[in-house]
């Protein structure tokens, strides 16, 4: 009976199919493990690279942000300065303007007292006209302006040449620009110098813009150094470069403003 059974586990090992390896399978088992420790390596070395490069251009973008963010500092620093001097500039033209207003009528009405004066003098009572010409004389000396004698003298010269028209010494184009001529050289300096704020204002809020956007490019290049994908770290990184350069290229247009 023991010899029946043991015939009977013989023939079924016997009977079971032996398998054995062939030197191909052989080697595409040792290729297939040789490669796996190589791609693992590929991909740690190129998450190594990834690593430097967005260290070196987190401190590019940190360097060109803190250099545009202080020229936009400057910028809106000499806007508000040259908006100050416009305003002291057109308050100061105002006053020039008053007090060449005043002026005017003052000889406004010291022209009609020289008139009345006039017709006095050119009385038919010698008495009189002799008063008359007193006090013209006296007005004359003590109230007329070299300025406005000149346009006396004009307005005198150019009625006696031509008697169909009056000519008033109130009228008279280089008296007028006596009294006003600086209020609109001032109230020139007042215009440009608002003008001048304008545009420092305007060219300090671009860079503030562009400030912002690489301040955008900094924030993704950090995400992408917390990303473990080396895709969408590329993606990361291409997207943050594309937002700085756009933003460099535009700040380097407004001109450097020193301290």
């Known amino acids: 009976m023991d010899n029946v059974f043991s015939e009977a586990i013989n023939f079924c090992s016997l009977s079971k199919p032996q398998t054995r390896s062939t030197p191909q399978d052989r080697s595409i088992l040792s290729t297939e493990t040789a490669t796996q420790p190589a791609k693992k390596n590929a991909f740690g070395g190129l998450s190594s690279n990834l690593e430097l490069v967005i260290a070196i251009l987190l401190g590019i973008v940190s360097i060109a942000t803190a250099y545009v963010s202080f020229q936009a500092a400057l910028y809106g620093g000499a806007g508000a300065t040259a ?3 416009g305003g002291n500039l057109s308050t100061e033209a105002e006053s020039l303007y008053l007090e060449g207003n005043q002026q005017y009528q003052q000889d406004n009405a010291l022209w009609n007292d020289l008139t009345l004066l006039t ?5 038919s009572d010698p008495a009189a006209a002799a008063l ?9 000396f003590q109230s007329v302006s070299e300025d406005f ?7 005198t010269a150019q009625n006696e040449a031509d008697a169909e028209f009056y000519y008033s010494p109130l009228d008279d184009e280089d008296y007028q620009n006596s009294l006003f001529s600086g209020y609109g050289d001032t109230k020139a300096d007042a215009e ?12 300090g809020d671009q860079l503030s813009l562009y400030t912002v956007l690489m301040s955008i490019a900094l924030f993704l290049l950090g995400v ?7 895709r969408t770290q590329l993606v990361l990184i291409g997207t943050s470069m594309v937002i700085f350069a756009v933003s460099l290229v535009f700040a380097l247009t407004i001109p450097y403003m020193a301290i």
Not at 119 to 123: K, L, P, R, V, W
Not at 149 to 155: H, N, S, Y
């Open 119 to 123: 017709i006095d003098i050119d009385g």
């Open 224 to 230: 992408s150094a917390l990303v473990k994908q080396a």
């Open 149 to 155: 004698q000149g346009a006396i003298d004009r307005a």
């Open 132 to 140: 008359a010409q007193d006090k013209y004389d006296t007005l004359v």
């Open 83 to 85: 908006y100050a001097v």
């Open 192 to 203: 440009a110098k608002v003008k001048e704020g304008d545009t420092l204002g305007s060219q």
